[in-house]
Each structure stands twice: as structure tokens, then as C-alpha cells.
């Protein structure tokens, strides 16, 4: 009798463990310690997010809620004392009634009809035959395709989730209270940078202010979050398309006091890290912009450029360019003893100058690349109004070949600059000129910029013009 007693319990305990197994642990948002998100450029973050779970001996599942909808469940990782996770899932069958009717295809439902005339509802039982495009009833011995009237479900299947989840089935050697901490990788979350400048009147100094915009459409919530911002292009192999999950377009774009402390960088393998230097919330769809740096004073250099091209050089061109504008750069070299020094992320450059009033205008912006310490940084901005340029052929001749070149061309130019101006300035004209050449006559000496690439700086008197003239021979 005992032996058969005994066996009665570990039979019945045997056939409990199962459901005790599916009963689920929800750790949701308020079970939360401490987030850290680390967020790289190419539309990904690293999450690292510490919560408490009070969790029994033996086999639980654990349901997260209030993670990234834009999880890579692929990378989830939890690490705690004394557990083991067996399996995982990502359950994002969310709850709608789109959703919720399709689970109920083949069972039956209740739908509640209103009569106007009488005021009466009646409720008539209804199997759902078809949810797909519209949905298809059996009522009775009849099929109906609208609904007329409220659908009254018994209850909401247990694949239907309210919002995203990860469950996990752990294994927990002891009972009790304990801080785990989960680590995924989610797409949804990005940074960018941006910054400001304002030139003074001399244009050979600006100030420069530095934002990060953080921007958040993981739909999930990281409040006091620690980030972190990785500059650099970090490889990532690349993944067949997920469903994608609704989601509002909408975001909040929230401001933060500019603080007058650097945010906080280091080199990190092959990247840059930064830091912000205290935590701070990230809503659901969100934008949100803190301080980067903040550097006054820094020294830079307006410069005028008439750029040219390689066409003209092989061929009679004749007049080749009428009022060209020339282009109006500043540059300024990331060094410390111009006043900045720092490695710049990557991002957008405006530039603000204060007219006679004392107000700011807009002057141009130009997109900038990751830049280390002591590299140039140098900003298109627009064309100059005053200043623009007439591009004339003045000679042309195909030479005779040699042994060593198939084709040879002696040919001349006449650069017309005019300068409305009532400052002189000196234009940078860049002539990019292939194959192996020689300036056999010019009316200004010119610079070798590079094997393919002669400049000339010719200065230009206020409401005045001048010329520059050149011959050059090619051999190809």
C-alpha cells in the first residue's frame, strides 16, 4: 500500500512539473535595475539590461517584457546565479483583431446584433470559416461574409501577445531572489551627429557646438539608460529581411540642456567610443538631442575654388565655361593647437555668421566623415555671388606621336576671374590634367597638387578682374 502511495504522488508530481514549467515568470519593466545601451551607426544597438526575478528550484519559463520589438533573438544572451536557460523564444504575434480573429478560425464566437427598431440585441453563435481577405461566417445553415454586429470572443489564445515578449525556459538550481542580466543586439536604434558654427567677421575663426541625436523606433522604453555611441563602421553580416512589426511613425524630439563638459571618448578596437556622463531616458519613437562638445575660438580659413575638368584638355573645346561660380570652402584642421583636437564623429556642419545687426544668418553646411585628431576638415558651403569665372580655349594642336606616346595635344586657356567684391580675394583655380603634361607658358607660377592635379592662386583686385593664361602639352 505504501509503494503504491508513493508511486500515486511521483505520478501526479510527474504530471504537474509540465504545467509548473508553463506557468509563466513575468519580469517586466518595473523589475528593472540598470540598462546600458551601446548604439553603433548602421541602425543597431547593444543592450545590456539588469533586472531582478524571484524564481522557484527546477523549470520556469520566464516571459520578458518591455524589450526591443526589434530584437535579434538570435544574439538574446541571460546570465545569472545558479540558472541555465534550456530553450528560448521571440514571440511577436501581437495582440489585434486581425490577429485575434485568425486564431479563432474553426472555432466559434459570439456575435451580438443590435435590432435599431426595437432596441433589442440578441446574441447568436457564429463559426468563423475564413479570415483572410474579409472575413466568413457560418451562423446556423447560413454563410455570411459581413458582420453585422459585435464579435465577442471567449477568451485570447495563448500565442497572442499584447506586445513583444522573449520567454525563455530556465533551469534554476535553488529558490529565491537574484538579478540576471539580459544582452541582445536590436536593430531600431541609431545616433547621428550634428554640428554648429558660427564664423566671426573675419572668417578666420568659428565656434563650434557638437550634438548627438539619439533616435529611438525599437518600440521599447529605456529609462535612465547609460549609452553609449560607437563611431566607425562596424561589419555586420548581412540578414534575410524580418516581418516587419507595426509601429507608430510618429516621434517626440526632446531637447537637452547643453552641457559645458565634452562628452567622454575613447578609442576601442578599431573605433571611437563616447560616453554621456550620466544617464538619462529614452522614450518609445523618440528623438533626443545632448551635448557632444563645445569648442570657441577655433582657427580656420575661407577659401575661394574654380574647379575645372579633364574633358577639354584632348579636344578643341573653345569657349568652354561662361559665369562659372566659383565655390566657397572653410577649412580648419582637427588639431589642439587650432582649439579643437578630438576625433569628430561622423555627421552634418552649419555654418552661422552674424550680419550687421548682430543677427545669425544661415551661410551653408557640408557633411563631414569620421575624423581622427590632427586631419583636415573641409566644408563646401555654396558658391561665392560676386565672384565667377569665364573659361576660354585659346589653342589647340594634336601632335605627332613618339615611340613612347600614341597621341600628343598642345593646347592654351584663358581663365577670365571677375571680383565684385569690395575686397580683394585670391582664387584657388585647380585644373585636373591627365596624363604625363608640362606647363610649357603661364601668366602665374602653378603648384603641383597632386600627379594629375596643377592649381593656381591668383589674386583679384576689389570690382576688378584678372586673367590667367597657361599652355600646356600632354602626352599619352
Same mark, same amino acid.
Request: glycine share 6%; hydrophobic share 40%; proline share 5%.
Given at each position: 500500500?505504501?509503494?503504491?502511495?508513493?508511486?500515486?504522488?511521483?505520478?501526479?508530481?510527474?504530471?504537474?512539473?509540465?504545467?509548473?514549467?508553463?506557468? *509563466?515568470?513575468?519580469?517586466?519593466?518595473?523589475?528593472?535595475?540598470?540598462?546600458?545601451?551601446?548604439?553603433?551607426?548602421?541602425?543597431?544597438?547593444?543592450?545590456?539590461?539588469?533586472?531582478?526575478?524571484?524564481?522557484?528550484?527546477?523549470?520556469?519559463?520566464?516571459?520578458?517584457?518591455?524589450?526591443?520589438?526589434?530584437?535579434?533573438?538570435?544574439?538574446?544572451?541571460?546570465?545569472?546565479?545558479?540558472?541555465?536557460?534550456? *530553450?528560448?523564444?521571440?514571440?511577436?504575434?501581437?495582440?489585434?483583431?486581425?490577429?485575434?480573429?485568425?486564431?479563432?478560425?474553426?472555432?466559434?464566437?459570439?456575435?451580438?446584433?443590435?435590432?435599431?427598431?426595437?432596441?433589442?440585441?440578441?446574441?447568436?453563435?457564429?463559426?468563423?470559416?475564413?479570415?483572410?481577405?474579409?472575413?466568413?461566417?457560418?451562423?446556423?445553415?447560413?454563410?455570411?461574409?459581413?458582420?453585422?454586429?459585435?464579435?465577442?470572443?471567449?477568451?485570447?489564445?495563448?500565442?497572442?501577445?499584447?506586445?513583444?515578449?522573449?520567454?525563455?525556459?530556465?533551469?534554476?538550481?535553488?529558490?529565491?531572489?537574484?538579478?540576471?542580466?539580459?544582452?541582445?543586439?536590436?536593430?531600431?536604434?541609431?545616433?547621428?551627429?550634428?554640428?554648429?558654427?558660427?564664423?566671426?567677421?573675419?572668417?578666420?575663426?568659428?565656434?563650434?557646438?557638437?550634438?548627438?541625436?539619439?533616435?529611438?523606433?525599437?518600440?521599447?522604453?529605456?529609462?535612465?539608460?547609460?549609452?553609449?555611441?560607437?563611431?566607425?563602421?562596424?561589419?555586420?553580416?548581412?540578414?534575410?529581411?524580418?516581418?516587419?512589426?507595426?509601429?507608430?511613425?510618429?516621434?517626440?524630439?526632446?531637447?537637452?540642456?547643453?552641457?559645458?563638459?565634452?562628452?567622454? *571618448?575613447?578609442?576601442?578596437?578599431?573605433?571611437?567610443?563616447?560616453?554621456?556622463?550620466?544617464?538619462?531616458?529614452?522614450?518609445?519613437?523618440?528623438?533626443?538631442?545632448?551635448?557632444?562638445?563645445?569648442?570657441?575660438?577655433?582657427?580656420?580659413?575661407?577659401?575661394?575654388?574654380?574647379?575645372?575638368?579633364?574633358?577639354?584638355?584632348?579636344?578643341?573645346?573653345?569657349?568652354?565655361?561662361?559665369?562659372?561660380?566659383?565655390?566657397?570652402?572653410? *577649412?580648419?584642421?582637427?588639431?589642439?593647437?587650432?582649439?579643437?583636437?578630438?576625433?569628430?564623429?561622423?555627421?552634418?556642419?552649419?555654418?552661422?555668421?552674424?550680419?550687421?545687426?548682430?543677427?545669425?544668418?544661415?551661410?551653408?553646411?557640408?557633411?563631414?566623415?569620421?575624423?581622427?585628431?590632427?586631419?583636415?576638415?573641409?566644408?563646401?558651403?555654396?558658391?561665392?555671388?560676386?565672384?565667377?569665372?569665364?573659361?576660354?580655349?585659346?589653342?589647340?594642336?594634336?601632335?605627332?606621336?613618339?615611340?613612347?606616346?600614341?597621341?600628343?595635344?598642345?593646347?592654351?586657356?584663358?581663365?577670365?576671374?571677375?571680383?565684385?567684391?569690395?575686397?580683394?580675394?585670391?582664387?584657388?583655380?585647380?585644373?585636373?590634367?591627365?596624363?604625363?603634361?608640362?606647363?610649357?607658358?603661364?601668366?602665374?607660377?602653378?603648384?603641383?597638387?597632386?600627379?594629375?592635379?596643377?592649381?593656381?592662386?591668383?589674386?583679384?583686385?576689389?570690382?576688378?578682374?584678372?586673367?590667367?593664361?597657361?599652355?600646356?602639352?600632354?602626352?599619352?
Amino acid at each position: 500500500m505504501k509503494k503504491t502511495l508513493l508511486m500515486l504522488v511521483a505520478t501526479m508530481l510527474w504530471s504537474v512539473a509540465p504545467l509548473l514549467a508553463n506557468e *509563466e515568470i513575468v519580469v517586466g519593466g518595473r523589475d528593472q535595475q540598470a540598462v546600458d545601451v551601446t548604439i553603433y551607426a548602421k541602425n543597431l544597438a547593444l543592450v545590456k539590461d539588469r533586472r531582478t526575478i524571484d524564481l522557484p528550484a527546477g523549470t520556469r519559463t520566464v516571459a520578458f517584457r518591455e524589450i526591443s520589438a526589434l530584437i535579434k533573438p538570435e544574439t538574446a544572451m541571460m546570465q545569472g546565479r545558479d540558472l541555465r536557460v534550456l *530553450e528560448q523564444n521571440f514571440e511577436y504575434d501581437l495582440l489585434t483583431p486581425q490577429s485575434l480573429l485568425q486564431k479563432y478560425v474553426g472555432r466559434e464566437i459570439t456575435i451580438r446584433k443590435h435590432y435599431p427598431v426595437t432596441g433589442e440585441e440578441r446574441a447568436v453563435q457564429a463559426k468563423v470559416l475564413s479570415a483572410g481577405d474579409g472575413v466568413v461566417l457560418q451562423v446556423g445553415n447560413q454563410i455570411e461574409t459581413g458582420v453585422n454586429g459585435r464579435l465577442v470572443y471567449p477568451d485570447v489564445p495563448d500565442a497572442l501577445r499584447d506586445r513583444p515578449t522573449l520567454t525563455m525556459l530556465v533551469e534554476s538550481g535553488s529558490a529565491g531572489a537574484r538579478e540576471v542580466e539580459l544582452t541582445y543586439l536590436t536593430a531600431g536604434l541609431s545616433w547621428q551627429a550634428d554640428y554648429v558654427a558660427e564664423l566671426n567677421g573675419a572668417d578666420d575663426r568659428l565656434d563650434l557646438s557638437g550634438w548627438v541625436t539619439l533616435i529611438n523606433e525599437s518600440d521599447a522604453r529605456y529609462p535612465q539608460a547609460r549609452f553609449q555611441l560607437v563611431a566607425g563602421d562596424v561589419n555586420m553580416v548581412p540578414q534575410p529581411m524580418p516581418q516587419q512589426i507595426n509601429r507608430m511613425q510618429a516621434m517626440a524630439m526632446e531637447v537637452q540642456t547643453p552641457s559645458p563638459r565634452n562628452m567622454a *571618448e575613447e578609442p576601442i578596437f578599431a573605433y571611437h567610443l563616447y560616453s554621456l556622463d550620466r544617464p538619462t531616458t529614452l522614450g518609445e519613437n523618440q528623438k533626443k538631442q545632448v551635448a557632444l562638445l563645445q569648442a570657441d575660438g577655433v582657427t580656420c580659413r575661407k577659401e575661394y575654388v574654380l574647379k575645372g575638368q579633364e574633358y577639354y584638355f584632348s579636344t578643341r573645346a573653345m569657349d568652354i565655361e561662361q559665369g562659372r561660380k566659383v565655390g566657397v570652402f572653410v *577649412e580648419l584642421k582637427n588639431e589642439k593647437e587650432a582649439g579643437l583636437g578630438r576625433p569628430l564623429p561622423g555627421g552634418v556642419i552649419r555654418v552661422y555668421k552674424k550680419d550687421s545687426a548682430g543677427g545669425l544668418q544661415f551661410v551653408g553646411e557640408d557633411r563631414v566623415d569620421h575624423t581622427p585628431e590632427n586631419e583636415l576638415i573641409r566644408l563646401r558651403l555654396g558658391n561665392a555671388f560676386d565672384i565667377t569665372a569665364d573659361k576660354v580655349q585659346t589653342d589647340f594642336k594634336q601632335l605627332k606621336g613618339t615611340e613612347q606616346h600614341s597621341t600628343q595635344f598642345e593646347s592654351a586657356y584663358a581663365i577670365r576671374l571677375k571680383n565684385a567684391k569690395k575686397e580683394a580675394v585670391v582664387v584657388k583655380v585647380q585644373e585636373p590634367i591627365p596624363g604625363e603634361w608640362q606647363i610649357l607658358a603661364e601668366s602665374s607660377p602653378h603648384a603641383k597638387e597632386s600627379a594629375h592635379l596643377a592649381f593656381w592662386l591668383v589674386a583679384v583686385p576689389p570690382e576688378n578682374t584678372t586673367t590667367l593664361t597657361y599652355r600646356v602639352k600632354i602626352r599619352n
